[in-house]
């Protein structure tokens, strides 16, 4: 039997030669304030439309729910930082559309997996334990986790920070049916900075270190399906998937270097691409730009819807064209939005000629109610 010391540090160093930033462990509970703060969260409806996380916060506050043999919880922190200066990304580019930097490259659940495997076949090579591998796609507090591990903390924006990658990093947790030596835990090193707080477009920060998903850029362009609030699509801005402004702000970025794994680099083409290039997708050319990207389980036609919110924010007449043709749109979401960017970019003149024609066609109530609305 191994000695648990040196174990761990055998554990660490083949996550190091896996590529990931930084490696923590810690036992298989969450403290009783975290849980207070997720079932707070929860009464606030701050969750949105995500009944998930509703519908399995038992087994969040409890991971042996999850897993009933785990004894050890291994956190490892992948690097997705972007070349160059974080905030850059801030900056505005007429005629463009801005992603999310996770999702500029490949799909990082994908990516990650392949080398939590590893880690995870070596572990039971070497111990003869099992291991339960988790990347953001079951009930389980990563970032908790993270904190209690010692390899970040919670900043006020609610994302992981750490000391050595700041705002741009990936989780991975690894369950453990072995006791390992434990890791201290991360402090708070936010201080009285608020940047990433004040930045956001939408104040979707009622409080520091509370988010509310209803109000959140990342929410309404990802996990939110049907119509995006009205009074909403303003702030929204050029943003077509997620938004980084809370995380780019982050002083600790100024620690960060460019992510060594390409796979997280951005694709050429979606790297500031032309939204009149993008609203022009039918579904066939979305599933191929975008294979292996996280951006293609949204659909096609939330993609288009929030690209549609985007040429409406632009406030410019050269994107009428493309925008009239989508009024026909065998997607109700698509139509919705399209008349919502009409109303934003062409004369009234122009709006009312398409409303007559359209308005008698048209049976999908909320589509009607865009055109009303847009007409009052």
Same mark, same amino acid.
């Given at each position: 039997?191994?000695?648990?010391?040196?174990?761990?540090?055998?554990?660490?160093?083949?996550?190091?030669?896996?590529g990931?930033?930084?490696?923590?462990i810690? /036992?298989?509970?969450?403290?009783?304030?975290?849980?207070?703060?997720?079932?707070?969260?929860?009464?606030?409806?701050?969750?949105?439309?995500?009944?998930?996380?509703?519908?399995?916060?038992?087994?969040?506050?409890n991971?042996?729910?999850?897993?009933?043999?785990?004894?050890s919880?291994?956190?490892?922190?992948?690097?997705?930082?972007?070349?160059?200066?974080?905030?850059?990304?801030?900056?505005?580019?007429?005629?463009?559309?801005?992603?999310?930097?996770?999702?500029?490259?490949?799909?990082? !659940?994908?990516?990650?997996k392949?080398?939590?495997?590893?880690? @995870?076949?070596?572990?039971?090579?070497?111990?003869?334990?099992?291991m339960?591998?988790?990347?953001?796609?079951?009930?389980?507090?990563?970032?908790?986790?993270?904190?209690?591990?010692?390899?970040?903390?919670?900043?006020?924006?609610?994302?992981? *920070?750490?000391?050595?990658? @700041?705002s741009?990093?990936?989780?991975?947790?690894?369950?453990?049916s072995?006791?390992?030596?434990?890791?201290?835990?991360?402090?708070?090193?936010?201080?009285s900075?608020?940047?990433?707080?004040?930045?956001?477009?939408t104040?979707?920060?009622?409080?520091?270190?509370?988010?509310?998903?209803?109000?959140?850029?990342?929410?309404?362009?990802?996990?939110?399906?049907? !119509?995006?609030?009205?009074?909403?699509?303003?702030?929204?801005?050029?943003? /077509?998937?997620?938004?980084?402004?809370?995380?780019?702000?982050?002083p600790?970025?100024?620690?960060?270097?460019?992510?060594?794994?390409?796979?997280?680099?951005?694709?050429?083409?979606?790297?500031?691409?032309?939204?009149?290039?993008?609203?022009?997708?039918?579904?066939?050319?979305?599933?191929?730009?975008?294979s292996?990207?996280?951006?293609?389980?949204?659909?096609?036609?939330?993609? /288009?819807?929030?690209?549609?919110?985007?040429?409406?924010?632009?406030?410019?007449?050269?994107?009428?064209?493309?925008?009239?043709?989508?009024?026909?749109?065998?997607?109700?979401?698509?139509?919705?939005?399209?008349?919502?960017?009409?109303?934003?970019?062409?004369? /009234?003149?122009?709006?009312?000629?398409?409303?007559q024609?359209?308005?008698?066609?048209?049976?999908?109530p909320? *589509?009607?109610?865009?055109?009303?609305?847009?007409?009052?």
């Open positions: 039997m191994i000695p648990g010391h040196i174990l761990k540090q055998k554990l660490v160093d083949k996550a190091y030669q896996e990931f930033s930084s490696v923590g810690t /036992i298989p509970s969450i403290s009783d304030e975290v849980k207070f703060h997720l079932s707070q969260w929860i009464y606030n409806d701050y969750h949105g439309t995500m009944e998930w996380m509703e519908r399995r916060v038992n087994e969040r506050k991971p042996k729910m999850l897993w009933p043999e785990v004894r919880v291994i956190v490892l922190l992948d690097n997705y930082s972007p070349e160059g200066d974080s905030l850059s990304l801030l900056n505005m580019k007429k005629g463009k559309g801005k992603i999310s930097v996770y999702a500029r490259g490949d799909d990082y !659940h994908k990516v990650m392949k080398r939590m495997k590893r880690v @995870g076949m070596w572990f039971e090579h070497e111990t003869g334990e099992s339960r591998m988790f990347v953001d796609t079951a009930p389980v507090m990563e970032k908790a986790f993270a904190m209690q591990a010692g390899i970040g903390w919670q900043g006020k924006h609610t994302n992981l *920070v750490s000391r050595n990658i @700041g741009w990093g990936f989780i991975g947790v690894l369950f453990a072995l006791d390992l030596p434990v890791d201290n835990k991360e402090k708070d090193h936010c201080g900075c608020r940047r990433c707080i004040d930045i956001c477009p104040s979707a920060f009622p409080a520091p270190y509370s988010l509310d998903a209803r109000r959140c850029i990342s929410y309404l362009t990802i996990e939110m399906r049907g !119509h995006i609030p009205v009074k909403l699509r303003p702030l929204i801005g050029d943003k /077509i998937y997620g938004c980084d402004d809370c995380l780019a702000v982050c600790w970025n100024k620690f960060a270097v460019q992510s060594v794994e390409a796979r997280y680099h951005a694709r050429k083409q979606l790297d500031e691409p032309d939204l009149s290039w993008l609203v022009t997708m039918d579904d066939s050319v979305f599933r191929e730009v975008f292996g990207s996280p951006i293609k389980r949204i659909g096609r036609d939330c993609f /288009i819807r929030n690209v549609l919110i985007a040429i409406g924010n632009s406030g410019c007449q050269s994107y009428l064209h493309q925008v009239e043709t989508l009024l026909c749109d065998s997607s109700p979401i698509v139509r919705a939005v399209a008349v919502w960017a009409l109303s934003r970019i062409a004369d /009234i003149h122009t709006y009312r000629k398409h409303m024609e359209q308005i008698e066609s048209e049976s999908d909320y *589509v009607l109610c865009e055109w009303r609305a847009a007409a009052l």
